[in-house]
């Protein structure tokens, strides 16, 4: 399985983005995905996630609740994070990843996760 990551940029503070992880291998509507963040000098953080199948359940950190929306296409092998309102502490290079298949259904810790993307960068100006 390989996660191919797209989307970030530089945006105003207020703007918007929509990240794109294209999953290769496998079959996807059996994954679980998941987004993470690292900004520098700080942790690899949980950002969002959602469960296999038709993505009914969903979690997010609460920095970003009511910001941010995971979302998936089963039949494009994509996952998706809209990012609206964005801060500057929104900064961050942005990682998919797949999760273990005994995994809970959209899991927040990154230890569940075995596959990961390459990371986009996302930077939000003041």
């Known amino acids: 399985v390989q996660l191919q990551a797209s989307g970030g940029g530089l945006v105003q503070s207020g703007g918007s983005l929509r990240l794109t992880c294209a999953v290769s291998?496998?079959?996807?509507?059996?994954?679980?995905m998941g987004w993470f963040r690292q900004a520098p000098g700080k942790e690899r953080e949980f950002v969002a996630a959602?469960?296999?199948?038709?993505?009914?359940?969903?979690n997010y950190v609460d920095s970003v609740k009511g910001r941010f929306t995971i979302s998936r296409d089963d039949a494009k092998n994509t996952v998706y994070l809209h990012m609206n309102s964005l801060k500057p502490d929104d900064t961050a290079i942005y990682y998919c990843?797949?999760?273990?298949?005994?995994?809970?259904?959209?899991?927040?810790?990154?230890?569940?996760?075995?596959?990961w993307g390459q990371g986009t960068q996302v930077t939000v100006s003041s």
């Open positions: 990843a797949k999760a273990r298949l005994a995994a809970d259904a959209a899991p927040k810790s990154d230890l569940e996760y075995d596959t």
């Open positions: 291998g496998g079959t996807f509507m059996f994954f679980d």
């Open positions: 959602i469960s296999k199948w038709s993505g009914s359940y969903t």
